[in-house]
């Protein structure tokens, strides 16, 4: 196959482009979806539906019940639902959910990761995948959004213990952000070629003179969602490969456009919302700069075309579309694992085995470049208070971030969320590697068993989701150790969070002084990716070096 | 307790109202949608042979294969397939790059490609030995379709220079091609060799 550097510098100025022009307008419209204080009509009638009592806001540790308890009953009705199929409509003829692929998937879709244990094709009918799966990839990705816009608040409140309201931010979140805006690319996306009808069609191939059924079911829909809410749960298994996914390399491109949208545009209305501007734009400066070097990381390990089945092969082939090409794959899987999206273009476990390590890397990165709805910014907006604290003790100064001040309690629940994620993966990871009958889920001999099973962890704390799918994760083992991951890589961290936003809130403004570290600027920009780079790289360096790096190396 | 029974509660009816508009509304309004402005691609790309029946997915490849298996000559082939080119799944073949079964597979496969062809094995390009990602791609590299004209045009009886002007018909270029990289669907592609075979 050819892979061509102009065709990846091309991708990279157009998404480039095409982001920097709609992440003003977008930043301004999400800032008034959240300050607003109108509910529409709409919205009013949909609050006395639910129950919801719109006019109170919530305290941080209130608005953390809501999110859970929200959860909560999502994963349980959702595996209630699954398990129930065979005797619902829409089960498209398949049986109920095996009980271990329902727990699994009902967390997985609830916490964002879309990790699929099970090929949809063969377990899931039209109602699980439109009534139940699509409705938490709005859900989950608006979840993430109103946890981040929660601490924005507690940065910029003072003296007050209020963060808002969790079901009216959701609400807003799911109707007037994800919903008009996946409409609008389900549509485009049907015209490029994804898939829209409730019906199969038979067709006569006449090569073999044998029928062929062409699958259908509504795709665009939840497609259009999948990658908006970084969630990355394919309604066919091969996911965004699946030529009724992504049908050419334009909607391949788009739907890398949609995935990076909303994350690259939140710090836009962080900055907004805190009344500084470039407190906002030194955080998408990050944000960018990881991405922008991640993706030619990626590019550069899958242009290697390493490997000696790949060498055999001569070249390039294995797992990529001949549609797409390496490529567009390259700008794909570098887009989907700096994000908490994991759906994939390319069949992740037979790429290069360095570049399967930069996808690893990126999940490790803890999502931030500009990562998931919500998760991505709350993520770094946590690692500039480390750094800030960092900075602090190099020039002997009390640490304040954006007028306020950096104590002790701020300063544990920031440490604590970031020890999280590497805890469970590696923990995670390192138990299961002592496990025999657990490692024989991953069938690959060698640094790439490890690999798979390093990467199924890494994905399934961090929310990805994608996979090295050689491994088998439907067994009681797995798929309950992936989802006790799963549940404490989302929540743990969203509590920390709420946690952080709450104690920032009751805090009086300080101003800024002669002694304030600025929280902007090139300089603390640097000091904010070193302090991502080296917190990843200490934390992952010998998982990796035991995985893809021991992989890419031999040879 | 009383606190969090009224917030799950809530949850449920939140739940159950949200899935009203985010899981059937919204799916339907899209649907609608794509009935109305392009009702070709929302219904699966189904493209009919001459005689007006349906044949094909544009998007799907199909076996080439007869009632034994054996791969037929008359037409050209898609790429190896994880799934056997039936679209009631999709997978890749999920193998690492230094996996041992990769390497027989596509040792495997060159040496049939080669034998089948009558071209050296360092002649056959590497899409023609390797599974896609979805196991559904329709679309081989005009390398690997070079390959197989001469074959096709003998078994069919037509000329080679016409089989690859066909060929050529179905290669995609400009923006797709420099994005993506220059492709030649299949699917589409025996299609228009099965009319050509009529009209000869």
Redesign the interface.
């Given at each position: 196959?050819?892979f061509?550097a102009?065709?990846v510098i091309?991708?990279i100025a157009v998404l480039l482009v095409a982001l920097f022009l709609v992440h003003k307008p977008l930043g301004i419209y999400m800032d008034k979806v959240f300050t607003g204080s109108r509910s529409s009509k709409p919205e009013r009638v949909?609050y006395r539906?639910?129950?919801?009592d719109a006019g109170t806001e919530q305290s941080w540790s209130v608005y953390l019940?809501?999110v859970l308890?929200?959860s909560?009953?999502?994963i349980l009705?959702i595996f209630a639902l699954q398990r129930l199929q065979g005797v619902l409509p829409g089960s498209n003829g398949l049986p109920g959910v095996d009980p271990w692929v329902a727990m699994n998937t009902a967390i997985s879709f609830v916490t964002n990761t879309n990790w699929q244990t099970y090929?949809p094709?063969?377990t899931v009918g039209i109602f699980v995948q439109?009534?139940?799966l699509?409705?938490q990839n709005?859900?989950s990705a608006a979840v993430g959004i109103v946890v981040a816009i929660a601490l924005i608040r507690g940065i910029v409140r003072a003296g007050t213990d209020r963060l808002g309201n969790f079901?009216v931010d959701?609400t807003r979140a799911?109707?007037r952000l994800l919903?008009p805006l996946?409409?609008v690319a389900?549509?485009a996306l049907?015209?490029?070629?994804?898939?829209?009808?409730?019906w199969s069609?038979?067709?006569?191939?006449?090569?073999?003179?044998?029928s062929?059924?062409?699958?259908?079911g509504?795709v665009?829909?939840?497609e259009?969602i999948k990658v908006l809410g970084t969630n990355g749960g394919g309604y066919?298994?091969?996911n965004s490969?699946?030529?009724?996914e992504n049908?050419?390399?334009?909607t391949?491109?788009f739907q890398v456009f949609l995935i990076l949208l909303i994350p690259s545009a939140l710090p836009y209305t962080y900055g907004r919302m805190v009344g500084d501007q470039c407190q906002g734009f030194t955080v998408a400066g990050v944000m960018g700069a990881l991405w922008l070097a991640s993706t030619a990381l990626m590019a550069w390990a899958v242009a290697s075309a390493?490997?000696?089945?790949?060498t055999?092969?001569?070249?390039?082939?294995?797992?990529?579309?001949?549609?797409?090409?390496?490529?567009?794959s390259s700008i794909f899987a570098a887009s989907t694992t700096l994000t908490s999206t994991g759906a994939?273009?390319?069949?992740h476990?037979?790429?290069?085995?360095l570049a399967g390590g930069v996808a690893m890397l990126n999940m490790m990165l803890g999502e931030v470049a500009p990562g998931g709805t919500g998760s991505g910014l709350y993520g770094m907006l946590v690692l500039a208070i480390i750094a800030v604290f960092i900075a602090g003790l190099m020039v002997g100064r009390t640490p304040e971030f954006v007028g306020k001040k950096i104590g002790p309690r701020e300063m544990k629940l920031a440490a604590l969320y970031i020890l999280v994620t590497p805890t469970l993966v590696l923990v995670f990871a390192g138990i299961t590697a002592l496990l025999p009958d657990a490692m024989a889920n991953a069938p690959?001999g060698?640094p790439?068993q490890f690999?798979?099973m390093l990467y199924a962890f890494t994905s399934g704390a961090n929310n990805n989701g994608s996979a090295?799918?050689?491994i088998t994760s439907s067994g009681p083992y797995v798929s309950a150790a992936l989802g006790v991951a799963m549940l404490l890589g989302r929540f743990l961290p969203i509590a920390l969070v709420l946690a952080l936003a709450g104690s920032l809130a009751r805090q009086r403004k300080i101003p800024v002084s002669a002694g304030t570290v600025p929280t902007h600027g090139a300089l603390f920009g640097s000091l904010l990716l070193s302090v991502t780079v080296i917190m990843t790289a200490l934390s992952y360096f010998p998982a990796l070096a035991l995985g893809p790096l021991a992989?890419g190396l031999i040879q | 307790m009383k606190?969090?029974l009224r917030?799950?509660?809530?949850?449920?009816?939140?739940?159950?109202?949200?899935?009203l508009?985010?899981?059937?509304l919204?799916?339907l309004?899209?649907?609608g949608?794509?009935?109305l402005?392009?009702p070709f691609?929302?219904?699966?790309?189904?493209v009919k042979?001459q005689a007006g029946?349906?044949?094909?997915?544009a998007?799907?490849a199909?076996?080439?294969?007869?009632?034994s298996g054996a791969q037929?000559p008359?037409?050209f082939h898609a790429?190896p397939s994880a799934v056997s080119w039936?679209?009631?799944?999709?997978?890749?073949?999920?193998?690492?790059?230094?996996?041992p079964k990769?390497?027989d597979a596509?040792?495997t496969h060159?040496a049939a490609i080669a034998a089948a062809e009558g071209v050296p094995v360092t002649d056959?390009?590497?899409?023609a030995?390797?599974?896609?990602?979805?196991?559904?791609?329709?679309?081989?590299?005009p390398a690997y379709a070079r390959l197989q004209v001469a074959r096709v045009a003998a078994a069919r009886g037509l000329n080679p220079g016409d089989v690859q002007r066909l060929v050529d018909l179905q290669t995609?270029g400009g923006?797709?091609a420099?994005?993506?990289?220059?492709?030649v669907n299949v699917t589409l592609l025996?299609?228009d060799i099965?009319a050509a075979a009529n009209r000869h």
């Open positions: 196959m050819v061509s102009a065709s091309t991708q949909f539906l639910a129950g919801v019940r809501s308890a929200f909560a009953v999502s009705v090929a094709e063969a439109m009534c139940l699509a409705v709005f859900l079901w959701v799911s109707f919903l996946a409409a389900a549509i049907v015209i490029g070629g994804v898939v829209q009808n409730f069609t038979d067709v006569t191939n006449q090569a073999a003179g044998v062929q059924v062409i699958p259908g509504p665009a829909s939840q259009a066919f298994n091969a490969a699946h030529p009724f049908p050419n390399v334009f391949s491109l390493q490997g000696t089945a790949t055999a092969a001569g070249g390039l082939g294995e797992g990529f579309e001949q549609r797409l090409g390496p490529a567009a994939v273009n390319v069949a476990d037979s790429l290069p085995p690959a060698g790439h690999s798979e090295f799918g050689g992989e | 606190m969090y917030q799950a509660a809530t949850a449920v009816r939140f739940l159950l109202f949200a899935t508009v985010l899981g059937v919204y799916p309004a899209v649907f949608a794509g009935q402005v392009a691609q929302a219904n699966g790309s189904v042979d029946n349906p044949a094909a997915s998007l799907i199909q076996v080439s294969a007869d009632g037929s008359e037409w790429r039936d679209p009631a799944s999709s997978s890749a073949s999920n193998l690492g790059p230094n996996d990769l390497l596509v040792s060159r056959v390009p590497a899409d030995v390797t599974a896609s990602g979805s196991g559904l791609d329709p679309h081989i590299s995609s923006a797709e420099f994005l993506g990289q220059a492709s025996n299609l099965a």
